[in-house]
T-cell receptor
Framework: LAKTTQPISMDSYEGQEVNITCSHNNIATNDYITWYQQFPSQGPRFIIQGYKTKVTNEVASLFIPADRKSSTLSLPRVSLSDTAVYYCLVGYSSASKIIFGSGTRLSIRP | EPEVTQTPSHQVTQMGQEVILRCVPISNHLYFYWYRQILGQKVEFLVS????????KSEIFDDQFSVERPDGSNFTLKIRSTKLEDSAMYFC??????????FGEGSRLTVL
C-alpha cells in the first residue's frame, strides 16, 4: 500500500483558502486518493475522492497532477468549524485494508 | 441519511475482563471494518470483514480480538481479556466497494 506524507500541522484564518498537500510517491495504477476529516472524539468523515486531474464537491476540491505522486486538498474560505485533522489515504477502491496516516492538524483562527 | 451506529458509547471495565463492542453498519454495505484510536494518536486499522470472513487484519488484531456478524445486521468486536493498553476509542466503519468508509461515532473503552 502506498505510503502518504502530509504536514503535521497547519494554521490559517477564517475566510482564507487552505491547501493541504499529500505526497504519495509509490501510488499504484489502480489506487484512488481519498481525504477524510476528523473532529475530536468523532469518527473520520469522508470529504472527497479522486483518481486524476481535479474533483470538486460542495465541501472541497482535490487537485491531482498528471504523475499522481501528490495531491492537494483545497478548502475554500475556511471557518472555525473546519478546525480538524485531515487524512490523506491512497488505495484501490475495493481495498480491504485501508490505512490512515498521521494526518494534518488544521487550526483555524478568527 | 443512513448511518453506522455503535454501542456502547462508553464502557469502563477491569483489566482481564471480556468486552464486546457492537456496531450496526449501513444496511446495503458489504465491507465492514474496526479501527481504534488511542487518545491523541492516529486512527489505526484493526480488521476488515467481507462475505462473513476476515479479509485483512493488522498486527494489533491478535488472538485476544475477534469479530463476528451474528445476525446479518450487527457486527461485533470482542476483546477476550482486556489490557490497560486496550483503552482507546474504537470505531466501526462500513462501505460499499467505492472506497468511501462511513464511520460510527465510536465506543470509548476504558480499562482500569
Amino acid at each position: 500500500l502506498a505510503k502518504t506524507t502530509q504536514p503535521i500541522s497547519m494554521d490559517s484564518y477564517e475566510g482564507q483558502e487552505v491547501n493541504i498537500t499529500c505526497s504519495h510517491n509509490n501510488i499504484a495504477t489502480n489506487d484512488y486518493i481519498t481525504w477524510y476529516q476528523q473532529f475530536p472524539s468523532q469518527g473520520p468523515r469522508f470529504i472527497i475522492q479522486g483518481y486524476k486531474t481535479k474533483v470538486t464537491n460542495e465541501v472541497a476540491s482535490l487537485f491531482i497532477p498528471a504523475d499522481r505522486k501528490s495531491s492537494t486538498l483545497s478548502l475554500p474560505r475556511v471557518s472555525l468549524s473546519d478546525t480538524a485533522v485531515y487524512y490523506c489515504l491512497v488505495g484501490y477502491s475495493s481495498a480491504s485494508k485501508i490505512i490512515f496516516g498521521s494526518g494534518t492538524r488544521l487550526s483555524i483562527r478568527p | 441519511e443512513p448511518e453506522v451506529t455503535q454501542t456502547p458509547s462508553h464502557q469502563v471495565t477491569q483489566m482481564g475482563q471480556e468486552v464486546i463492542l457492537r456496531c450496526v453498519p449501513i444496511s446495503n454495505h458489504l465491507y465492514f471494518y474496526w479501527y481504534r484510536q488511542i487518545l491523541g494518536q492516529k486512527v489505526e486499522f484493526l480488521v476488515s470483514f467481507y462475505n462473513n470472513e476476515i479479509s485483512e487484519k493488522s498486527e494489533i488484531f491478535d488472538d485476544q480480538f475477534s469479530v463476528e456478524r451474528p445476525d446479518g445486521s450487527n457486527f461485533t468486536l470482542k476483546i477476550r481479556s482486556t489490557k490497560l493498553e486496550d483503552s482507546a476509542m474504537y470505531f466501526c466503519a462500513s462501505s460499499e466497494s467505492t472506497g468511501e468508509l462511513f464511520f460510527g461515532e465510536g465506543s470509548r473503552l476504558t480499562v482500569l
